[in-house]
Nanobody
Framework: QVQLVESGGGSVQAGGSLRLSCAASGRMSRVRLTGWFRQAPGKEREGVVSITSGGTTYYADSVKGRFTISRDTAKNTLWLQMNGLKPDDSGMYYC??????????????????WGQGTQVTVTS
């Protein structure tokens, strides 16, 4: 089992920045992919960015150049640096992880561990 706890959400004006953190614990050695998803009211959960155990990153087109994923494997911590925030970036942000061998990084159904989420609100 893997436990994920997010922090760092909040409210910010458009153009501002936030840094989300995800503290992981449990059997992280089997995790193959970790990442961030977001969900706005009335919309499906969407993949924002993910990183493989080997360090390969995948970004949604909508956040490329603005968001950066990073991690400290020794501390089992994942971060999401969000710059140039837009109102469309608002939503609940979830940290997710999967130990599945076959998965699509942006498909929420392929992740089997989830945090409780942290709210990000971007005002215009």
């Amino acid at each position: 089992q893997v436990q994920l706890v997010e922090s760092g959400g909040g409210s910010v004006q458009a153009g501002g920045s936030l840094r989300l953190s995800c503290a992981a614990s449990g059997r992280m050695s089997r995790v193959r992919l970790t990442g961030w998803f977001r969900q706005a009211p009335g919309k499906e959960r969407e993949g924002v960015v993910s990183i493989t155990s080997g360090g390969t990153t995948y970004y949604a087109d909508s956040v490329k150049g603005r968001f950066t994923i990073s991690r400290d494997t020794a501390k089992n911590t994942l971060w999401l640096q969000m710059n140039g925030l837009k109102p469309d970036d608002s939503g609940m942000y979830y940290c997710a992880a999967t130990n599945r061998y076959t998965c699509t990084w942006y498909d929420a159904a392929d992740y089997n561990y989830w945090g409780q989420g942290t709210q990000v609100t971007v005002t215009s």
